[in-house]
């Protein structure tokens, strides 16, 4: 009987990590298709991937942007871009 209990809670750890894996993938995603929709308005993708940059020059550079054109990015789509760069993109 306690082994059969420990099999369940062992099912539910991997349903579970199952459940949150998808969903982060999609967040970059989401990231990643929102840099190509917004940031290529006003100039092209190596501009963005040129050079490495720290965690601290990409939180520095959506500012920037944000600033040159206050409507592009809502606060949420700055902060999910602002994390995608500084976690897939980061020297
Ligand atoms: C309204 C037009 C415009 C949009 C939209 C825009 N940029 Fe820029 N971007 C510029 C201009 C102008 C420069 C050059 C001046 C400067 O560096 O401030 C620049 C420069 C840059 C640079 C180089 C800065 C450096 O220090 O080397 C990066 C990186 C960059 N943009 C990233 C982005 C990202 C990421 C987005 C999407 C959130 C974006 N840009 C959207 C106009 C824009």
């Known amino acids: 009987m306690k082994w059969?209990?420990?099999g369940w809670l062992i099912l539910l750890i991997i349903a579970f990590y199952y459940s949150c894996g998808p969903k982060k993938e999609a967040?970059?995603?989401d990231a990643?298709?929102?840099?190509a929709q917004k940031c290529s308005i006003c100039h092209a993708?190596?501009?963005?991937?040129?050079?490495p940059r720290s965690q601290r020059e990409w939180a520095i550079v959506v500012k920037?942007?944000?600033?040159i054109?206050?409507?592009l990015?809502?606060?949420?789509e700055a902060s999910l871009m602002t994390?995608?760069?500084q976690e897939n993109l980061s020297k």
């Open 27 to 29: 967040k970059k995603i």
């Open 32 to 35: 990643k298709a929102l840099v």
């Open 45 to 51: 993708a190596d501009r963005i991937n040129n050079k």
């Open 73 to 76: 990015l809502t606060p949420e």
């Open 64 to 67: 920037r942007m944000r600033i």
């Open 69 to 71: 054109n206050p409507r």
């Open 83 to 85: 994390r995608y760069f």
């Open 4 to 6: 059969f209990s420990v």
